[in-house]
């Protein structure tokens, strides 16, 4: 059974940082590109981030480039800097199988598996 699992969300001040963890079993973890999601109240679910299988590609939503950033190595982390209040939302970690090495998706309809969410909340 595969299951994806964040952590790391919470409250935070604008202009702070937090690093969302995700931990994937129940899948030969290489085989998947991983993309981080988030879904705010009212609105539909978002791209966010993305890292190919072999970690060697990163994509990132416009909002948040430069800001957060996207990497892997059992887990898959988001860095995420400068927070703003726009940025809350329920983050989700989504997995991708894919034959690719460097090929990303960003549409959520692309990803096979889904984590339950964390929620960022950040205070203006």
């Known amino acids: 059974q595969v299951q994806l699992v964040e952590s790391g969300g919470g409250l935070v001040q604008a202009g702070d940082s937090l690093r969302l963890s995700c931990a994937a079993s129940?899948?030969?973890?290489?085989?998947?590109?991983m993309g981080w999601f988030r879904q705010a109240p009212g609105k539909e679910r978002e791209f966010v981030a993305a890292?190919?299988?072999?970690?060697s590609s990163t994509y990132y939503a416009d909002s948040v480039k430069g800001r957060f950033t996207i990497s892997r190595d059992n887990v898959v982390y988001l860095q995420m800097n400068t927070l703003k209040p726009e940025d809350t939302a329920v983050y989700y970690c989504?997995?991708?199988?894919?034959?690719?090495?460097?090929?990303?998706?960003?549409?959520?309809?692309?990803?096979?598996?889904w984590g339950q969410g964390t929620q960022v909340t950040v205070s203006s």
């Open positions: 890292i190919s299988r072999s970690g």
């Open positions: 989504a997995a991708d199988f894919t034959y690719s090495l460097v090929a990303v998706t960003t549409t959520q309809y692309g990803y096979d598996y």
């Open positions: 129940g899948l030969t973890f290489s085989s998947y590109n």
